[in-house]
T-cell receptor, first 115, second 115 residues
Framework: QQQVKQSPQSLIVQKGGISIINCAYE??????FPWYQQFPGKGPALLIA?????SEKKEGRFTISFNKSAKQFSLHIMDSQPGDSATYFC??????????????FGKGTTLSVSS | DARVTQTPRHKVTEMGQEVTMRCQPI?????VFWYRQTMMQGLELLAY????????DSGMPKDRFSAEMPDATLATLKIQPSEPRDSAVYFC?????????????FGPGTRLTVT
């Protein structure tokens, strides 16, 4: 129940196309859903995050769509660029758990944007 | 600019040897995480601390792994004895937990190879 399932494992998109990465979770206590971006040889870095009180959040070319009833959320990268080529991780956390929790990460999606 | 530092960046050791990895969290951050990243398992949480107290180390093999925070500026992850299956990239991340969601800042990682 603690898992976050991420798909696809890898994705190839042409420059200018839309990249879509999906995640699903089971634990209804999760209430914070960030996406992290990792370039080769670097640690992951926060890209964008959403809480379940909204269904969508947009920052530049990056959008999170959130479906609370389906327990799914996705990352959309519009006008994908070669510089977006990286590994993307979705994650989830139950912030209101007083016992203390941490982020649960999906297994990652390797995105390649071809020019 | 403030960043998480990790040493060493690379470590090659023989099976059975002790390995110590160090992390300096961002000054003022009160939460420290240790993750292990492999191709097969993705990002796995090993342990985390809040205000130097261990909150969860259920992700660590207890017989060989230990994590400590001797002071607020240093976190250590020790493996003794090391095994080839411990080969991975180990990340430290820090954050400032007060109320609500907060960003985890990842270090550059320690690439461990156990032969």
């Amino acid at each position: 129940q603690q898992q976050v399932k991420q798909s696809p494992q890898s994705l190839i998109v042409q420059k200018g196309g839309i990249s879509i990465i999906n995640c699903a979770y089971e634990n209804t206590a999760f209430d914070y859903f960030p996406w992290y971006q990792q370039f080769p040889g670097k640690g992951p870095a926060l890209l964008i995050a959403i809480r379940p009180d909204v269904s969508e959040k947009k920052e530049g070319r990056f959008t999170i769509s959130f479906n609370k009833s389906a327990k799914q959320f996705s990352l959309h990268i519009m006008d994908s660029q070669p510089g977006d080529s990286a590994t993307y991780f979705c994650a989830a956390e139950a912030l209101d758990n007083q016992a203390g929790t941490a982020l649960i990460f999906g297994k990652g999606t390797t995105l390649s944007v071809s020019s | 600019d403030a960043r998480v530092t990790q040493t060493p960046r690379h470590k090659v050791t023989e099976m059975g040897q002790e390995v110590t990895m160090r992390c300096q969290p961002i000054l003022g951050h009160n939460t420290v995480f240790w993750y292990r990243q492999t191709m097969m398992q993705g990002l796995e949480l090993l342990a985390y601390f809040r205000n130097r107290a261990p909150l969860d180390d259920s992700g660590m093999p207890k017989d060989r792994f230990s994590a400590e925070m001797p002071d607020a500026t240093l976190a250590t992850l020790k493996i003794q004895p090391s095994e080839p299956r411990d080969s991975a990239v180990y990340f430290c991340a820090s954050g400032l937990a007060s109320a609500g969601p907060y960003e985890q800042y990842f270090g550059p990682g320690t690439r461990l190879t156990v032969t």
